[in-house]
């Protein structure tokens, strides 16, 4: 804020200081005693007009001097002198402080008038914001305007109604709260440069954004419903990226082994059937004794996996012939006499009988 010393006030209170020191002297002084004190009076009241041009400028601050309304210098901070009033006057400004400006709430308190503002896809949404701003050029600030704030606030407002305007309720409370941000704040820096305010914009936050009171639960309800359907899509969407890829990964898994079997299979008959050919090479050469080769291996592959007794041509012709009583399963109810039965050699089971010549 400008700091503005109120010069004509001063005059007001010197004149009315002057005539007041008149009357005084009219009536306790009069001829040569009169004579003498006026002088001295000039001068003191002189010496007290002339200091009136000291003034001091704060770190932080600048002080414009005018000269007969126009700017003439700047001053910096430290003490410093301007000729008195009406000649010269003095604004101080703060260049480093940070000003607030709240636009739709005032102390905590929400101002409906200003945050009420009507979105994109025609809802009503409270929309309150605060923002901060300095003062870059002192000049402009002073001259240009006759009320700043007011105009740093209008276009606030203005800024802020085209933004929300141009978005769907959900995006202003939730999605696009930062864009919102920044596009006020470049629509109002845009704004306070075209009317040369001397204002720079350092902050704009964007309070709570909520519906009217009237729908205010409705709407949470409707929001919460939402964020609801969205963390379910999520948990689906995890589910899916978690089965999908080890389904795949089974998937190629089994299309190896198969391709691994078909490539086994393939090699297999290739040489069974290369063995098959070699074979009837053989055959076709000389087929009894090919015959009689491939018989003896078919009777070594058959013979060790099967029950054999071997006899005499005598015992043969005494024997009569046997069951395959290991064919058959023995009772759990009596496994002593089966026991027995194993024992006893009339009873031992053979599929094959093979005689034996003397």
């Known amino acids: 804020m400008a700091h503005r010393y109120d010069e004509p006030q001063f005059d007001q209170k010197l004149g009315q200081f002057f005539q007041q ?11 040569q005693h009169l004579t003498r004190i006026v002088p001295i009076a000039v001068i003191v009241v002189a010496v007290a007009w002339l200091a009136t041009g000291v003034y001091k400028v704060d770190p932080g601050h600048v002080g414009v001097v005018r000269t007969f309304g126009k700017e003439t210098k700047r001053t910096g901070p430290g003490l410093n002198y301007r000729y008195p009033y009406p000649f010269q006057r003095v604004d101080v400004v703060s260049l480093a402080e940070v000003r607030r400006i709240e636009v739709g709430i005032r102390a905590g308190q929400r101002i409906s008038e200003e945050s009420m503002m009507l979105t994109g896809d025609e809802n009503i949404v409270e929309a309150p914001m605060v923002v901060q701003y300095r003062v870059a050029d002192p000049s402009k600030y002073l001259f240009r305007l006759r009320d700043p704030e007011g105009t740093l606030r209008g276009a606030i407002e203005v800024s802020l109604r085209s933004a929300v305007g141009s978005m769907t309720i959900d995006q202003v409370m939730i999605e696009e709260r930062a864009k919102v941000q920044e596009d006020t704040r470049a629509f109002v820096q845009k704004y306070m440069d075209d009317y040369q305010s001397g204002i720079s914009i350092t902050e704009v936050r964007l309070q709570a954004a909520d519906p009217p009171d009237q729908v205010r639960d409705a709407f949470h309800d409707v929001v919460r419903a939402r964020e609801d359907r969205e963390k379910l899509i999520n948990q689906a969407r995890g589910y899916q990226a978690d089965v999908l890829p080890r389904a795949r990964g089974e998937g190629q898994k089994i ?7 078909q490539e086994e299979r ?9 063995r098959f050919l070699s074979v009837l090479a053989e055959y076709q050469n000389a087929r009894e004794v090919t015959r009689g080769r491939l018989h003896l291996e078919t009777v070594e592959k058959i013979l060790p996996n099967i029950d054999k007794v071997i006899m005499g041509g005598d015992v043969t012709e005494r024997m009569l012939p046997l069951l395959p009583i290991t064919a058959v399963q023995p009772s759990a109810a009596a496994p002593t006499a089966s026991a027995a039965a194993t024992t006893d050699p009339r009873t031992v089971a053979a599929p094959m009988l093979i005689r034996r010549s003397n």
Do not use: P, T
């Open 21 to 31: 020191a008149e009357e005084w002297l009219k009536r306790n002084f009069h001829g």
């Open 266 to 274: 393939v090699l297999l008959a290739r040489g069974e059937a290369a």
């Open 255 to 261: 299309l190896r082994e198969a391709e691994g079997y």
